[in-house]
């Protein structure tokens, strides 16, 4: 192949009838006759075809996808193992070929496949090419003969029930038994019986036929002859007598004596086997009716059965046939006996007597043939596989299937050795239509056939008849010529012929054929001669003498052309100068001169046209040319002119010579002459094009003749393009000038095609033709320079049809968009031909004509005309306009699709996108430019388009999604195949537009992101994205690039391989059983037209529910590896620039680096594959090793939070591959933040800002079956990556698993020998993130008890603030919902801590910063009402500033507002004294201000809280802010609250009851069906192992907080209001109660036995606290004998009267309180009916034995005790004597009697009382 200029190719014409004797013709004397000379030349020579005319293309092989895995359901371990299983073996298969992978593998190893070839996996430029507006087609072959089937027969026998035993004759033809006429010439046959064989002479010849189309009318006419039957011998009836007898021996040796004798031959009988049945649709298999051989193998309906197994054929008597291969083996046994004279209309007579039939079978083999015929059209495309044959454009496309079906399995198997010579015995029987069919003549063929059909006598004879060619009459002893075709195969032109005999007829009648091969030229003398001969048919001793009888002659010129029958008289002589009508006279006549002789003709010629007209312009012509004629040629003007009124057939069948000559006028006829010519051509195109039954726009005669017949026959004619050119730049010239020019120019323009097509042709015919004459030293022919002169013509035509399609396209012609499409085929070609720079004139003149952005339909004009020419094979290896230039067809290009980005009309602008994007997958799979360097030539022709969109971005903005994907598809070709320094030249200019270059890599991930449909469901994976929501991919219908509808159609209709061949076998076991569903379509495009017709396509996923299986599955496979080969492309685009931008020498923002922070951040917060994964982490590491102290610095917080949030969510995935990976990532952020700032709390900050961002994104928890939560897998991956991250052992192979150098983690700083790496430190950040986790955790297992435990769901929330606390922000946010909650409980004592909390952290913050107008000893103050705010937080507040973190939000004000939260909250709590502190910490920030206003305020809160204390202390009943609850846990179904204790502080109206019916409330509902909940009467020590299984048990104990200074070692009980400290803040962390117990195991003793323990139990922490109930972590007890607890008893009651008496009152008014509390203690005190007090004590201890066991000592203690109680109660009535009123009076003197009567009872047992007293 040339790669430059024109290739032509000759192809061998094939011969179209069998021995047609051509020398013949060519030995005439042809100068003489000019245009004979054209016409022979025209049908001989070779046609001549340019080969790379409509483009020659060879792609390399697609690229094979492999499943890409995501993150999602399918991505668990085993699915990874299988794939990469099923994947090994091709990948074995593969690595060792080392054919070139279109990949594009350079030297510099890529990262992913080429994004192109993933985008458009199955890029059919062929494809691409027909949908070009205008698009040539080319005609794979020239029509070499007719066109639709071709049949053979072969005769195999003929058997006779009686035995053959003399020879047969036969012929057979095709016939049209509806019109009865016959359809093509005789094949004629001989059949000899077996002894008169020669050994090698068997007759193997096979006729050829051909068919248009099966009908049911088509039949073969098979007529047999024998030798004339002799009189008195054996009749011919001895072969249909009934009785089966074999022929005698006598009869035998007759029979073969008279065939020897006898030359002549007599009609034996008839069969007509017709071809296809009729009811060709119907055909359903079971055995076709037996006369019709083909009905089978022939028509399509019962294809498949005809293919698979032989056609078992029963024949009509019963007797099996048999096929192999293609033929069918037919047994013809209805052979008719001719009986009397038969014609061809008594064949089809059904009135006809049926004779009894000939007992006997003639077996043929009749076998369809491809209709390319390998033999003679070895140069044709590979037509007979070629699906796309339009060489014999079939009419019946069932043929084409049947023939590409059979054509292999032919190949294979030779017919019964009859293949293994070939066709070398076929004869082609000439068909008769050739003369009839509309379509041009392509071979010589000039016959008469001539049929004598009856001679009428009066008497009986024995005729026969002899038929010769006679040049004249003048002498009739002068032989005949010699042009009579011979009967006998192979043999040469014979004198005459003979007809058979018609033996002992009055008729005679005959059914021969006789061919005669014509004379080139006619006189009017030739003619033909019959001569009737009689013959005898007698044996005698010699053989039998014919007698001539008479004779006829016919001359050829009047009756040649004859279709009707004509009819003779016969001559009884001749004479001489016979066919003079002036010998008429004197000759004698048989019959009485009547016409009895009956004949047809048939001429059948290519040279000789039947229409006067063309016989008028070729003499003309020949006038014309051999100069003969007047100089004028007025003649030759009239004949071309009345060419226009030829009738089309004749016309179109003498279509190539008289194109020919009209050519060769124009190309050297007078100027009149030339534009007659050209007239009369433009108008038979025309007619061509109009009337002929092919719809195309190039009509395929004519585009037969441009690209095979058009020749300069090697230059013995002058080249056309000069005359042409300058006829039509004329007459359009004078169009331009408005001259009228007539209808003919609209013509012209139509067809501008064929004229154009034939300058091109003429050039690159002289190109050759020179180079030929003079070879150039290197292979390439040189482009050819055409001629000034014929160059301005060609512009000057050139511009006026620009002009015609500018004017035309506005009046919206579709006229204009064909010329326009003709005009760029017309450049396309002139490049492969003359030199480009002229062309590239022609380029940019039409260029300027449709400048810029112009009208709609020019631009689309211009769009096709780019389209067309940028797909010339050269165009890559195109040059410049000028020779500094690089390609001048590309740059054009570039400028002006990207004017079409900007153009208005939508669809332009998809179809620009889509021309670029097929012109580079025409690069990048063409087998010529697979080296780098080629690539890397034409990723640089391109580049200037990057640029182009780089420097007007929102032309690009404007697009849509589709056509963005295009764009951007492209742009990554070329930058994958572009070198770096082409790349670093591109970052240089300024930063602006490298951040440009970057924001359109981030488009592609956008709009490339393949999302998995099960991300909808799975918000594990969800692929959130902080900066904002990724727009909605557009619908799958818009998103498939055309060709991949393609792939998908040919992938579903691919077989089901063997599972380990297939890159995704396991999927397809499944799909296929649905393969074969008709209500399922195979082509994707049908898929999405169905999905959308009902209504399916509301969105993409339905879309894609609805698609079939196997294509849903290609398509997700497509989708995927595309998006994976985008990233992985984005990926080594940035890690360049990493590198680049490390060296500083481009153009960037060194102080971010936001190109690679939003290309990372972009590329992490998209849905990637595996391989993507495990690509980025080592790009990941280095950007950060070169980078790091830019990418951790303050400014770039956010992208920190983005990748640290990014990571971590990777470390949640399923896919364990990916989740190790993200570890990794992990680890290396904390290197870089060793190296950075020695330490990660800035880090942890972030870490744990980003936890508990993804907390809220991923589900921690998942549904049980029995409906409650627990932990769910997102969670425990978590945590196991957490835990990982931190794991020393585990690191280095989690590296190396990941591809990353073991030294990842090492930094060690210049000038030191110790990393900075710490792995306590890295400890230390897992635990707090884990810390975090759990408490997340803890608060989403609550869930639908939050509303119901409340005190669960406060401590949760106080957990997740702890958790939190390195975040100040989130540490705070915590704590106000913690402080929400509590006021929703209205523990307003907790809610109060919350807020103080929150201040706390505020104002730490601001002392730390030294910007608030507090200082430590302020925070000190803070921390004695809530101890929980501690110093620890405060030096890492600074250190998490993240961007929206952080202290920057921590003001005064703020700190102010939870301070005034906290005095709001704790005076509703009533606890007073706090109110007061905390208004004191707000006095001084108003006090720096001067609010003077404020301060005002504040003070009189002040007083107000002030006093309310005062109140408190002076209310007779003390006043109590809570009451608390110990409560103790047993029973495993309390999960991690089983034997713990609590103390619960409540509201002081709750009592014990409440509380109890509030727990169990809340427990019970945790119970299930095996658990019960119990609660503990008492409050006895639990012993747990004394607990039954199965039941929960709650311990709930009323306890008094315990005073800072209180004796918790003394007996006395302890009464609240005692407490002498009621001022003091009201901080507990100490509670106690007591329990009464007896040791000698009774439940109820008396008080001697009755023994007393004190619990004092100790909490985590104070109350008030941030929670409602504090772990008991301390517990101790004091036991109190019974002795101790009576002696606590009274002193209780003394001191409680003593301080009655003692407490100071103000005033007198104060009286009358006093008085109601004396009365009550007194009452209590002496009354008599109370003998339980202190009489019962006396009877305990003092009477009896009891007395006894005393010691001493103890028994002094309480006698004391006892006379101190009775002295203060005596003193007491004397006060109350003062106090009381008249109304009292009566109650005094109950008490005095009771004291009295109290003193006389205990004077038994302690007689020195009344002394006492």
């Given at each position: 192949?040339?790669?430059?200029?024109?290739c032509f190719r000759r192809k061998l014409r094939q011969p179209v009838a069998a021995n047609l004797n051509i020398d013949s013709l060519l030995d005439e004397n042809l100068e003489q006759l000019p245009h004979l000379y054209e016409l022979v030349q025209c049908y001989q020579s070779d046609w001549i075809k340019d080969e790379n005319k409509y483009g020659h293309y060879e792609s390399v092989g697609s690229i094979s996808f492999k499943n890409q895995i995501f993150e999602g359901p399918d991505t668990d371990i085993e699915t990874e193992m299988h794939l990469a299983n099923a994947r090994q073996d091709k990948i074995d298969d593969n690595s060792d070929d080392d054919l070139p992978s279109t990949s594009g593998r350079q030297l510099t190893e890529h990262y992913g496949e080429s994004p192109l070839p993933a985008y458009e996996p199955v890029f059919d430029w062929e494809n691409e090419r027909s949908m070009i507006f205008g698009q040539r087609i080319p005609?794979?072959?020239?029509?070499?003969?007719?066109?639709?089937?071709?049949?053979?027969?072969?005769?195999?026998?003929?058997?006779?029930?009686?035995?053959?035993?003399?020879?047969?004759?036969?012929?057979?033809?095709?016939?049209?038994?509806?019109?009865?006429?016959?359809?093509?010439?005789?094949?004629?046959?001989?059949?000899?019986?077996?002894?008169?064989?020669?050994?090698?002479?068997?007759?193997?010849?096979?006729?050829?036929?051909?068919?248009?189309?099966?009908?049911?009318?088509?039949?073969?006419?098979?007529?047999?002859?024998?030798?004339?039957?002799?009189?008195?011998?054996?009749?011919?009836?001895?072969?249909?007598?009934?009785?089966?007898?074999?022929?005698?021996?006598?009869?035998?040796?007759?029979?073969?004596?008279?065939?020897?004798?006898?030359?002549?031959?007599?009609?034996?009988?008839?069969?007509?086997?017709?071809?296809?049945?009729?009811?060709?649709?119907?055909?359903?298999?079971?055995?076709?009716?037996?006369?019709?051989?083909?009905?089978?193998?022939?028509?399509?309906?019962?294809?498949?059965?005809?293919?698979?197994?032989?056609?078992?054929?029963?024949?009509?008597?019963?007797?099996?046939?048999?096929?192999?291969?293609?033929?069918?083996?037919?047994?013809?046994?209805?052979?008719?006996?001719?009986?009397?004279?038969?014609?061809?209309?008594?064949?089809?007579?059904?009135?006809?007597?049926?004779?009894?039939?000939?007992?006997?079978?003639?077996?043929?083999?009749?076998?369809?043939?491809?209709?390319?015929?390998?033999?003679?059209?070895?140069?044709?495309?590979?037509?007979?596989?070629?699906?796309?044959?339009?060489?014999?454009?079939?009419?019946?496309?069932?043929?084409?299937?049947?023939?590409?079906?059979?054509?292999?399995?032919?190949?294979?198997?030779?017919?019964?050795?009859?293949?293994?010579?070939?066709?070398?015995?076929?004869?082609?029987?000439?068909?008769?239509?050739?003369?009839?069919?509309?379509?041009?003549?392509?071979?010589?063929?000039?016959?008469?056939?001539?049929?004598?059909?009856?001679?009428?006598?009066?008497?009986?004879?024995?005729?026969?008849?002899?038929?010769?060619?006679?040049?004249?009459?003048?002498?009739?002893?002068?032989?005949?010529?010699?042009?009579?075709?011979?009967?006998?195969?192979?043999?040469?032109?014979?004198?005459?012929?003979?007809?058979?005999?018609?033996?002992?007829?009055?008729?005679?009648?005959?059914?021969?054929?006789?061919?005669?091969?014509?004379?080139?030229?006619?006189?009017?003398?030739?003619?033909?001669?019959?001569?009737?001969?009689?013959?005898?048919?007698?044996?005698?001793?010699?053989?039998?003498?014919?007698?001539?009888?008479?004779?006829?002659?016919?001359?050829?010129?009047?009756?040649?052309?004859?279709?009707?029958?004509?009819?003779?008289?016969?001559?009884?002589?001749?004479?001489?100068?016979?066919?003079?009508?002036?010998?008429?006279?004197?000759?004698?006549?048989?019959?009485?001169?009547?016409?009895?002789?009956?004949?047809?003709?048939?001429?059948?010629?290519?040279?000789?046209?039947?229409?006067?007209?063309?016989?008028?312009?070729?003499?003309?012509?020949?006038?014309?040319?051999?100069?003969?004629?007047?100089?004028?040629?007025?003649?030759?003007?009239?004949?071309?002119?009345?060419?226009?009124?030829?009738?089309?057939?004749?016309?179109?069948?003498?279509?190539?010579?008289?194109?020919?000559?009209?050519?060769?006028?124009?190309?050297?006829?007078?100027?009149?002459?030339?534009?007659?010519?050209?007239?009369?051509?433009?108008?038979?195109?025309?007619?061509?094009?109009?009337?002929?039954?092919?719809?195309?726009?190039?009509?395929?005669?004519?585009?037969?003749?441009?690209?095979?017949?058009?020749?300069?026959?090697?230059?013995?004619?002058?080249?056309?393009?000069?005359?042409?050119?300058?006829?039509?730049?004329?007459?359009?010239?004078?169009?331009?000038?408005?001259?009228?020019?007539?209808?003919?120019?609209?013509?012209?323009?139509?067809?501008?095609?064929?004229?154009?097509?034939?300058?091109?042709?003429?050039?690159?015919?002289?190109?050759?033709?020179?180079?030929?004459?003079?070879?150039?030293?290197?292979?390439?022919?040189?482009?050819?320079?055409?001629?000034?002169?014929?160059?301005?013509?060609?512009?000057?035509?050139?511009?006026?049809?620009?002009?015609?399609?500018?004017?035309?396209?506005?009046?919206?012609?579709?006229?204009?968009?064909?010329?326009?499409?003709?005009?760029?085929?017309?450049?396309?070609?002139?490049?492969?031909?003359?030199?480009?720079?002229?062309?590239?004139?022609?380029?940019?003149?039409?260029?300027?004509?449709?400048?810029?952005?112009?009208?709609?339909?020019?631009?689309?004009?211009?769009?096709?005309?780019?389209?067309?020419?940028?797909?010339?094979?050269?165009?890559?290896?195109?040059?410049?306009?000028?020779?500094?230039?690089?390609?001048?067809?590309?740059?054009?290009?570039?400028?002006?699709?990207?004017?079409?980005?900007?153009?208005?009309?939508?669809?332009?602008?998809?179809?620009?996108?889509?021309?670029?994007?097929?012109?580079?997958?025409?690069?990048?799979?063409?087998?010529?430019?697979?080296?780098?360097?080629?690539?890397?030539?034409?990723?640089?022709?391109?580049?200037?388009?990057?640029?182009?969109?780089?420097?007007?971005?929102?032309?690009?903005?404007?697009?849509?999604?589709?056509?963005?994907?295009?764009?951007?598809?492209?742009?990554?070709?070329?930058?994958?195949?572009?070198?770096?320094?082409?790349?670093?030249?591109?970052?240089?200019?300024?930063?602006?537009?490298?951040?440009?270059?970057?924001?359109?890599?981030?488009?592609?991930?956008?709009?490339?992101?393949?999302?998995?449909?099960?991300?909808?469901?799975?918000?594990?994976?969800?692929?959130?994205?902080?900066?904002?929501?990724?727009?909605?991919?557009?619908?799958?219908?818009?998103?498939?690039?055309?060709?991949?509808?393609?792939?998908?159609?040919?992938?579903?209709?691919?077989?089901?391989?063997?599972?380990?061949?297939?890159?995704?076998?396991?999927?397809?076991?499944?799909?296929?059983?649905?393969?074969?569903?008709?209500?399922?379509?195979?082509?994707?495009?049908?898929?999405?037209?169905?999905?959308?017709?009902?209504?399916?396509?509301?969105?993409?996923?339905?879309?894609?529910?609805?698609?079939?299986?196997?294509?849903?599955?290609?398509?997700?496979?497509?989708?995927?590896?595309?998006?994976?080969?985008?990233?992985?492309?984005?990926?080594?685009?940035?890690?360049?620039?990493?590198?680049?931008?490390?060296?500083?020498?481009?153009?960037?923002?060194?102080?971010?680096?936001?190109?690679?922070?939003?290309?990372?951040?972009?590329?992490?917060?998209?849905?990637?594959?595996?391989?993507?994964?495990?690509?980025?982490?080592?790009?990941?590491?280095?950007?950060?090793?070169?980078?790091?102290?830019?990418?951790?610095?303050?400014?770039?917080?956010?992208?920190?939070?983005?990748?640290?949030?990014?990571?971590?969510?990777?470390?949640?995935?399923?896919?364990?591959?990916?989740?190790?990976?993200?570890?990794?990532?992990?680890?290396?952020?904390?290197?870089?933040?060793?190296?950075?700032?020695?330490?990660?709390?800035?880090?942890?900050?972030?870490?744990?800002?980003?936890?508990?961002?993804?907390?809220?994104?991923?589900?921690?928890?998942?549904?049980?079956?029995?409906?409650?939560?627990?932990?769910?897998?997102?969670?425990?991956?978590?945590?196991?990556?957490?835990?990982?991250?931190?794991?020393?052992?585990?690191?280095?192979?989690?590296?190396?698993?990941?591809?990353?150098?073991?030294?990842?983690?090492?930094?060690?700083?210049?000038?030191?020998?110790?990393?900075?790496?710490?792995?306590?430190?890295?400890?230390?950040?897992?635990?707090?993130?884990?810390?975090?986790?759990?408490?997340?955790?803890?608060?989403?297992?609550?869930?639908?008890?939050?509303?119901?435990?409340?005190?669960?769901?406060?401590?949760?929330?106080?957990?997740?603030?702890?958790?939190?606390?390195?975040?100040?922000?989130?540490?705070?946010?915590?704590?106000?919902?913690?402080?929400?909650?509590?006021?929703?409980?209205?523990?307003?004592?907790?809610?109060?801590?919350?807020?103080?909390?929150?201040?706390?952290?505020?104002?730490?913050?601001?002392?730390?910063?030294?910007?608030?107008?507090?200082?430590?000893?302020?925070?000190?103050?803070?921390?004695?009402?809530?101890?929980?705010?501690?110093?620890?937080?405060?030096?890492?507040?600074?250190?998490?500033?993240?961007?929206?973190?952080?202290?920057?939000?921590?003001?005064?004000?703020?700190?102010?507002?939870?301070?005034?939260?906290?005095?709001?909250?704790?005076?509703?709590?009533?606890?007073?004294?706090?109110?007061?502190?905390?208004?004191?910490?707000?006095?001084?920030?108003?006090?720096?201000?001067?609010?003077?206003?404020?301060?005002?305020?504040?003070?009189?809160?002040?007083?107000?809280?002030?006093?309310?204390?005062?109140?408190?202390?002076?209310?007779?009943?003390?006043?109590?802010?809570?009451?608390?609850?110990?409560?103790?846990?047993?029973?495993?179904?309390?999960?991690?609250?089983?034997?713990?204790?609590?103390?619960?502080?409540?509201?002081?109206?709750?009592?014990?009851?409440?509380?109890?019916?509030?727990?169990?409330?809340?427990?019970?509902?945790?119970?299930?069906?095996?658990?019960?909940?119990?609660?503990?009467?008492?409050?006895?020590?639990?012993?747990?192992?004394?607990?039954?299984?199965?039941?929960?048990?709650?311990?709930?104990?009323?306890?008094?907080?315990?005073?800072?200074?209180?004796?918790?070692?003394?007996?006395?009980?302890?009464?609240?209001?005692?407490?002498?400290?009621?001022?003091?803040?009201?901080?507990?962390?100490?509670?106690?109660?007591?329990?009464?117990?007896?040791?000698?195991?009774?439940?109820?003793?008396?008080?001697?036995?009755?023994?007393?323990?004190?619990?004092?139990?100790?909490?985590?922490?104070?109350?008030?606290?941030?929670?409602?109930?504090?772990?008991?972590?301390?517990?101790?007890?004091?036991?109190?004998?019974?002795?101790?607890?009576?002696?606590?008893?009274?002193?209780?009651?003394?001191?409680?009267?003593?301080?009655?008496?003692?407490?100071?009152?103000?005033?007198?008014?104060?009286?009358?309180?006093?008085?109601?509390?004396?009365?009550?203690?007194?009452?209590?005190?002496?009354?008599?009916?109370?003998?339980?007090?202190?009489?019962?004590?006396?009877?305990?201890?003092?009477?009896?034995?009891?007395?006894?066991?005393?010691?001493?000592?103890?028994?002094?203690?309480?006698?004391?005790?006892?006379?101190?109680?009775?002295?203060?109660?005596?003193?007491?009535?004397?006060?109350?004597?003062?106090?009381?009123?008249?109304?009292?009076?009566?109650?005094?003197?109950?008490?005095?009697?009771?004291?009295?009567?109290?003193?006389?009872?205990?004077?038994?047992?302690?007689?020195?009382?009344?002394?006492?007293?």
């Amino acid at each position: 192949m040339s790669s430059n200029g024109h290739c032509f190719r000759r192809k061998l014409r094939q011969p179209v009838a069998a021995n047609l004797n051509i020398d013949s013709l060519l030995d005439e004397n042809l100068e003489q006759l000019p245009h004979l000379y054209e016409l022979v030349q025209c049908y001989q020579s070779d046609w001549i075809k340019d080969e790379n005319k409509y483009g020659h293309y060879e792609s390399v092989g697609s690229i094979s996808f492999k499943n890409q895995i995501f993150e999602g359901p399918d991505t668990d371990i085993e699915t990874e193992m299988h794939l990469a299983n099923a994947r090994q073996d091709k990948i074995d298969d593969n690595s060792d070929d080392d054919l070139p992978s279109t990949s594009g593998r350079q030297l510099t190893e890529h990262y992913g496949e080429s994004p192109l070839p993933a985008y458009e996996p199955v890029f059919d430029w062929e494809n691409e090419r027909s949908m070009i507006f205008g698009q040539r087609i080319p005609e794979s072959n020239m029509p070499q003969s007719p066109s639709g089937l071709k049949i053979s027969v072969k005769v195999l026998s003929l058997t006779f029930q009686a035995g053959l035993v003399e020879p047969f004759y036969g012929t057979i033809s095709l016939y049209n038994k509806d019109k009865r006429e016959k359809l093509s010439e005789d094949f004629i046959f001989h059949i000899l019986p077996s002894e008169m064989q020669d050994a090698g002479s068997s007759s193997e010849s096979r006729g050829v036929f051909h068919l248009d189309a099966p009908s049911s009318s088509v039949c073969l006419l098979i007529q047999l002859e024998k030798c004339a039957t002799e009189e008195g011998g054996v009749t011919p009836s001895v072969y249909s007598r009934k009785e089966p007898v074999h022929l005698t021996e006598r009869e035998k040796q007759k029979l073969q004596v008279w065939s020897r004798m006898m030359p002549y031959r007599e009609s034996f009988s008839w069969a007509v086997i017709p071809l296809f049945e009729t009811n060709i649709g119907s055909v359903t298999g079971g055995s076709a009716s037996p006369s019709s051989p083909l009905a089978h193998s022939l028509s399509g309906a019962s294809l498949q059965e005809g293919v698979s197994e032989p056609i078992s054929k029963v024949s009509l008597d019963g007797q099996m046939g048999y096929s192999g291969g293609n033929s069918v083996v037919v047994e013809v046994s209805n052979l008719n006996k001719v009986k009397e004279s038969y014609t061809e209309d008594s064949l089809q007579d059904p009135k006809q007597k049926v004779h009894k039939p000939v007992k006997g079978v003639l077996r043929l083999e009749i076998e369809k043939i491809q209709a390319a015929n390998t033999e003679y059209d070895n140069a044709s495309d590979g037509s007979i596989t070629n699906e796309h044959d339009h060489g014999d454009r079939l009419t019946d496309s069932t043929i084409g299937e049947w023939r590409n079906i059979h054509s292999n399995r032919h190949k294979e198997q030779p017919l019964n050795g009859s293949a293994a010579d070939g066709n070398i015995n076929d004869v082609q029987a000439f068909d008769f239509r050739t003369m009839i069919r509309n379509e041009p003549f392509l071979q010589l063929f000039h016959f008469l056939y001539v049929y004598p059909l009856t001679v009428s006598l009066s008497r009986k004879r024995n005729l026969f008849i002899r038929t010769e060619l006679r040049k004249d009459d003048a002498d009739i002893r002068k032989q005949p010529l010699e042009a009579m075709y011979s009967r006998e195969p192979g043999a040469s032109l014979q004198k005459w012929a003979h007809t058979q005999v018609a033996p002992g007829s009055r008729v005679a009648c005959y059914h021969d054929e006789m061919k005669v091969s014509l004379p080139s030229i006619w006189t009017p003398q030739h003619h033909l001669l019959f001569t009737f001969f009689h013959i005898d048919l007698q044996t005698k001793l010699e053989a039998p003498k014919p007698v001539v009888i008479g004779y006829a002659a016919l001359p050829l010129s009047t009756h040649s052309q004859l279709r009707s029958d004509i009819t003779l008289p016969i001559m009884k002589e001749l004479v001489p100068h016979y066919l003079q009508d002036s010998s008429k006279e004197r000759l004698d006549y048989l019959e009485d001169g009547k016409s009895v002789f009956r004949l047809r003709l048939r001429l059948c010629s290519s040279l000789y046209p039947i229409s006067e007209r063309i016989r008028d312009f070729f003499l003309e012509y020949d006038r014309h040319t051999l100069r003969t004629s007047p100089p004028w040629g007025s003649e030759l003007l009239e004949a071309i002119n009345s060419l226009k009124n030829v009738d089309s057939t004749a016309l179109l069948q003498f279509l190539h010579p008289i194109l020919n000559m009209l050519l060769h006028l124009i190309g050297n006829g007078g100027e009149t002459l030339q534009v007659a010519a050209f007239r009369a051509m433009v108008n038979i195109l025309t007619r061509v094009q109009q009337e002929s039954v092919d719809e195309a726009e190039r009509n395929i005669f004519l585009v037969n003749y441009v690209d095979y017949a058009f020749d300069d026959f090697g230059g013995r004619q002058a080249p056309v393009y000069p005359g042409l050119s300058t006829v039509w730049g004329s007459l359009a010239r004078s169009k331009a000038k408005g001259y009228r020019v007539g209808p003919v120019y609209d013509d012209v323009l139509s067809m501008a095609w064929f004229f154009l097509e034939l300058i091109v042709k003429s050039m690159a015919l002289e190109q050759t033709r020179l180079m030929y004459q003079n070879p150039p030293l290197g292979e390439d022919i040189p482009p050819m320079q055409l001629k000034e002169s014929v160059f301005r013509c060609i512009m000057q035509l050139y511009d006026c049809l620009l002009t015609e399609v500018h004017e035309r396209c506005k009046r919206g012609l579709s006229l204009a968009k064909r010329l326009n499409s003709s005009l760029a085929f017309f450049c396309y070609d002139l490049l492969s031909t003359i030199e480009p720079r002229q062309v590239f004139e022609l380029v940019s003149l039409y260029l300027d004509k449709f400048s810029g952005v112009c009208q709609s339909v020019l631009h689309d004009c211009k769009l096709n005309f780019l389209q067309i020419i940028c797909d010339h094979d050269l165009f890559v290896e195109m040059p410049g306009r000028d020779p500094s230039d690089r390609n001048y067809l590309s740059s054009v290009l570039i400028q002006e699709l990207f004017l079409t980005w900007d153009h208005d009309d939508l669809s332009q602008r998809a179809k620009a996108a889509r021309i670029l994007v097929v012109l580079l997958c025409k690069h990048e799979f063409d087998s010529r430019y697979q080296k780098p360097e080629d690539k890397l030539y034409i990723a640089q022709l391109y580049f200037p388009l990057v640029g182009q969109i780089l420097d007007e971005m929102p032309v690009f903005y404007n697009l849509s999604a589709v056509e963005k994907r295009e764009v951007l598809i492209v742009v990554l070709q070329i930058l994958r195949n572009l070198d770096d320094a082409s790349l670093v030249k591109a970052w240089q200019q300024n930063v602006a537009r490298t951040r440009l270059f970057f924001k359109l890599l981030e488009d592609c991930l956008v709009l490339f992101e393949h999302k998995k449909s099960v991300d909808s469901m799975l918000i594990g994976a969800s692929s959130r994205s902080p900066v904002a929501d990724a727009p909605m991919s557009p619908k799958y219908s818009d998103r498939l690039s055309p060709a991949i509808n393609q792939y998908l159609s040919e992938a579903s209709r691919q077989e089901v391989r063997p599972q380990s061949a297939s890159e995704n076998g396991y999927l397809w076991q499944r799909a296929n059983s649905q393969l074969s569903s008709p209500s399922q379509p195979f082509s994707l495009r049908e898929a999405l037209a169905q999905a959308q017709s009902s209504r399916i396509g509301a969105s993409s996923l339905a879309l894609r529910e609805s698609l079939h299986p196997v294509l849903r599955q290609k398509l997700e496979l497509w989708e995927e590896n595309l998006s994976a080969a985008i990233s992985l492309q984005i990926l080594e685009i940035t890690e360049k620039f990493s590198k680049a931008s490390a060296s500083h020498d481009i153009a960037t923002d060194y102080g971010k680096l936001d190109c690679i922070t939003s290309v990372f951040t972009s590329i992490f917060s998209r849905s990637q594959s595996l391989a993507f994964w495990k690509s980025l982490f080592p790009v990941f590491n280095s950007v950060f090793q070169l980078h790091g102290s830019t990418l951790m610095a303050r400014e770039n917080d956010r992208f920190l939070k983005q990748i640290a949030f990014h990571l971590l969510r990777l470390a949640v995935f399923r896919n364990e591959n990916i989740r190790k990976r993200a570890v990794a990532g992990l680890q290396i952020l904390v290197r870089s933040s060793f190296s950075h700032s020695t330490q990660t709390a800035r880090l942890r900050a972030m870490l744990t800002i980003t936890l508990s961002e993804l907390m809220s994104d991923v589900q921690v928890t998942q549904m049980k079956s029995d409906g409650t939560l627990e932990e769910s897998g997102e969670a425990r991956r978590l945590r196991k990556s957490l835990e990982e991250m931190a794991d020393e052992s585990k690191s280095q192979n989690l590296l190396k698993e990941c591809g990353l150098p073991e030294t990842t983690l090492v930094d060690i700083p210049e000038g030191s020998t110790e990393s900075h790496w710490s792995w306590p430190e890295v400890k230390f950040l897992s635990n707090s993130l884990l810390l975090a986790l759990d408490a997340s955790l803890e608060h989403a297992l609550l869930g639908s008890l939050m509303n119901t435990d409340r005190y669960a769901a406060a401590e949760s929330f106080y957990k997740l603030a702890m958790a939190f606390a390195p975040v100040p922000d989130l540490h705070i946010m915590w704590l106000l919902h913690l402080c929400d909650a509590h006021q929703e409980m209205q523990s307003w004592a907790e809610a109060a801590q919350c807020a103080v909390a929150v201040a706390g952290v505020v104002m730490q913050a601001l002392v730390s910063r030294n910007d608030g107008v507090w200082s430590n000893s302020h925070v000190t103050a803070l921390r004695k009402i809530c101890p929980m705010v501690s110093t620890e937080i405060t030096s890492e507040t600074s250190a998490a500033e993240v961007e929206g973190y952080g202290a920057s939000k921590l003001t005064v004000d703020s700190a102010v507002k939870y301070l005034q939260l906290a005095n709001k909250l704790f005076s509703q709590a009533e606890l007073h004294h706090f109110c007061g502190s905390i208004l004191e910490l707000v006095i001084p920030v108003y006090k720096s201000r001067r609010s003077y206003g404020l301060l005002a305020k504040c003070h009189s809160m002040l007083t107000n809280v002030y006093e309310s204390i005062l109140e408190q202390e002076s209310s007779p009943i003390p006043f109590i802010d809570a009451t608390y609850y110990r409560v103790g846990f047993y029973g495993e179904k309390f999960g991690k609250l089983d034997k713990k204790e609590y103390v619960y502080r409540e509201p002081r109206d709750v009592r014990l009851g409440d509380i109890m019916e509030k727990l169990s409330h809340i427990y019970e509902l945790r119970m299930d069906g095996n658990h019960t909940l119990h609660i503990i009467p008492d409050s006895r020590q639990v012993k747990a192992e004394e607990l039954q299984p199965g039941v929960c048990y709650l311990q709930i104990t009323a306890v008094d907080p315990v005073m800072e200074d209180e004796d918790l070692g003394s007996r006395r009980e302890r009464i609240f209001s005692l407490s002498t400290g009621s001022v003091r803040a009201r901080v507990f962390d100490r509670f106690l109660f007591d329990t009464p117990f007896t040791k000698n195991g009774k439940t109820q003793g008396g008080l001697e036995d009755q023994w007393k323990r004190r619990t004092v139990v100790q909490t985590e922490g104070s109350f008030p606290a941030l929670v409602n109930r504090l772990l008991v972590i301390k517990s101790e007890s004091l036991e109190f004998s019974p002795v101790e607890n009576a002696i606590g008893m009274i002193e209780t009651r003394t001191a409680a009267l003593r301080n009655e008496l003692e407490e100071p009152r103000s005033s007198d008014g104060d009286q009358l309180p006093r008085l109601q509390s004396l009365q009550r203690i007194l009452q209590g005190s002496v009354a008599v009916q109370v003998n339980s007090g202190v009489l019962s004590v006396c009877t305990a201890f003092l009477s009896g034995e009891p007395a006894t066991r005393l010691r001493s000592q103890e028994l002094q203690q309480l006698i004391a005790a006892l006379l101190e109680f009775m002295a203060v109660c005596k003193r007491a009535i004397r006060v109350h004597f003062r106090l009381i009123g008249e109304e009292d009076q009566d109650f005094h003197t109950q008490l005095v009697n009771g004291f009295q009567s109290l003193t006389a009872e205990l004077s038994h047992y302690i007689p020195a009382i009344l002394s006492e007293l």
